[in-house]
């Protein structure tokens, strides 16, 4: 699968690394902005594990750039969000205040879910956080999954092996308090993205997906 071409690479990776992804910038935002800032927002940084150079996404409102226009343009109060991958809460906090409805988040990296609830919270969203693998088919519904957890929070992954492998707790869907209520998925989980549309004939009650493609992890 080729997404970009030679000649769209030269044009795009320039700007990608100018302010997408910039040392300087980032270093800049570190020492004297600190915490990510968009519209009314805020989210605070309370994270080791974060790149000088993507930091600069959150002084040019580059971080999570496509999920964020997907959300803001298509999510209204008729869905009911489930998220795969919750990260620094700012998906997740989008999609409730676009939706106006609770949210359903699940982050499995250990080192950042303080974090990320504590976002939630100053962000005024409704909502119920599993620090846990979600998982729809029987035979995964108990016991534990293999994930590559580096210092990296932003590359946790089942695929991307630059972290060491950890073991995180499985929960069934059927589990979870009306599951079955929620109609939209909005995956962000390094790749796991393959695993939910492998399995979309055990949650007919999803009408709506979006995801982000990590086309690097299936090449």
């Known amino acids: 699968m080729r997404v970009f071409t030679n000649i769209t690479k030269i044009f795009i990776f320039p700007v990608y690394y100018l302010i997408h992804k910039n040392f300087l910038f980032g270093l800049l ?19 080791k594990n974060i790149p000088l150079a993507s930091r600069s996404s959150f002084v040019f409102k580059t971080y999570e750039y496509n999920d964020k226009i997907l959300v803001e343009k298509h999510i209204n109060h008729k869905n009911k969000c489930i998220l795969i991958g919750g990260g620094l809460g700012f998906i997740p906090t989008l999609a409730f205040h676009k939706s106006k409805n609770k949210i359903l988040v699940f982050e499995i990296n250990k ?19 599993f620090n846990n693998n979600l998982v729809l088919q029987k035979e995964r519904e108990t016991g534990k999954s293999n994930y590559f957890i580096s210092e990296n929070f932003l590359s946790t992954s ?49 009408h709506h997906i979006i995801f982000e493609l990590h086309n690097n992890l299936f090449n």
């Open 158 to 206: 089942q695929y991307d092996k630059k972290g060491k492998i950890k073991k995180v707790d499985n929960i069934h869907s059927k589990k979870i308090f009306n599951f079955k209520k929620f109609n939209t998925l909005i995956i962000d989980g390094e790749g796991v993205e393959e695993y939910f549309l492998n399995n979309l004939n055990k949650i007919n009650h999803i």
């Open 111 to 129: 080192i950042i879910i303080n974090n990320l609830r504590k976002n939630l919270i100053q962000n005024n969203c409704e909502f119920t956080l």
């Open 29 to 47: 935002h570190k020492i004297f902005i600190k915490d990510f800032y968009y519209k009314d927002y805020v989210f605070n940084l309370d994270l």
